[in-house]
């Protein structure tokens, strides 16, 4: 859902806080956002991990972008896991350390008479679906998080019938690609979409006809305009 922070995320360097760390999650907290986004994977041994991408080489510090040789993040356990520097030495962490992050956090919120974070949780791979909602489901129960704080989203709707089988309380957000919401004249080099372009009813129809089967709490674009070089529009349904 894009920067969900009041501070500016130009003050997180990449180099020292990878992508889905623990690290970056902590200093954008410390920055003041008011909630945290990351993608999630199932390992080998059906444990849930923070990473965006099952293919390693995209994520690994190092790694040739271009090839395949680390393999992918359900060919390896947690501990094996470990072994990969996701940059500056951090490694890959599981749901339910960054869950425990944000249950800290939060914490210290309520001291500081704040909200608790939003977490916003894509679901990359479909294969996580039910562990995942197990974990979660964990820590509400608990009362470490609340059902309202968190979020499920992915641009796989068969995914996201899935997730509401698995839990018909949970706040889903659906994605649809930029090439299904505007036709493809009005879309440019860099999927950025012409000024006052109208949306494709067809596209529409999609989101209609996903929130009729399973009701969505909102939808998600992510596109790029002329007025911003990263904007994701967040649209109520």
Request: glycine content about 6%; overall charge negative; aromatic content about 6%.
């Amino acid at each position: 859902m894009g920067p969900t922070a009041h501070a500016s995320f130009a003050k997180i360097s990449s180099k020292i806080f990878p992508e889905n760390s623990l690290a970056a999650f902590d200093r954008a907290i410390q920055l003041g956002a008011d909630g945290i986004e990351f993608d999630v994977q199932r390992t080998k041994d059906h444990k849930i991990v923070v990473i965006h991408s099952q293919e390693l080489n995209q994520n690994v510090a190092g790694a040739d972008r271009g090839a395949k040789n680390l393999g992918l993040v359900s060919d390896y356990n947690r501990e094996s896991l470990a072994q990969f520097d996701i940059g500056n030495g951090h490694q890959i962490p599981t749901l339910d350390s960054t869950l425990d992050l944000v249950s800290d956090a939060n914490s210290a919120s309520k001291r500081r008479k704040h909200n608790n974070l939003t977490i916003n949780i894509d679901l990359k791979d479909p294969n996580a679906v039910e562990q995942t909602c197990h974990i979660v489901s964990g820590y509400i129960e608990k009362g470490l998080i609340a059902q309202h704080d968190v979020i499920y989203n992915t641009y796989e709707h068969s995914t996201l019938r899935e997730l509401r089988e698995k839990a018909p309380s949970a706040q889903i957000v659906a994605g649809i690609l930029t090439t299904d919401l505007f036709d493809e004249k009005n879309i440019s080099t860099g999927y950025t979409v012409l000024p006052n372009s109208p949306y494709r009813s067809s596209g529409l129809q999609m989101l209609s006809n996903l929130h009729s089967d399973i009701g969505c709490h909102g939808f998600e674009c992510s596109t790029e305009c002329p007025s911003s070089n990263d904007l994701r529009h967040i649209g109520q349904i």
